[in-house]
């Protein structure tokens, strides 16, 4: 099972997630401040760091920053209630998620599934193409199919799709959609999530009578296999 690294001063939230972890299945290590979860990420072979950016001594963005020039392993942020500084910091300088304070323990859950399945599919050689049911993409041309009919999709549905479809039987949400398919001018405003969800149903799910994208009431959408 992956081994998680959590670096958080408030030691109510460290307990509480470390809980959560655990009950999940992970192995679950704590760090209290940022110089010691610089060390244990980087000595303890650690599969993915929840790290908050508030930390005494060296800051969320700085350990980011140092881990960042020696590893690719995942980093999801926990930022202040809509620091959209932060955010955007933390994601230049090679965070891979961030949640909000205070956040459902289920998203939170939700993204490490999420970064966990990038970390390994980084190290699995590349497929070609993704398919669920009659729905295809072509990886190398960026380009869709429903059977042997290309889809006629914009960039931005095009990687909406491939997005969920590379994250398939997970409930994402629509931060979690905004964040990893638009770019940071589109911070907090999600409508542009359900935009987009309703082009792709038009194009895939209305105009061959399939049920590709389902709703998941409370939490945002899923493609499941
Ligand atoms: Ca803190």
Redesign the pocket.
Known sequence: MAKILIV???NK?ARFLELELKHEGYEVLIAGDGRTGLEKALKENVDLVIL?????GLS?LEVCRRIRMESKMPIIM?T?KDDVTDKVAGLDIGADDYMTKPFAIEELLARIRVALNRKKSNSEPKPEVLKIGEVSLNLSSHSAFYGEEELVLTKKEYELLEYMMRNKNIALSREQLLNNVWDYEYFGDTNVVDVYIRYLRQKIDDKYGIHLISTVRGVGYIIKD
């Open positions: 958080e001063d408030e939230i908050d950016i508030m930390l005494p969320g926990l202040a």
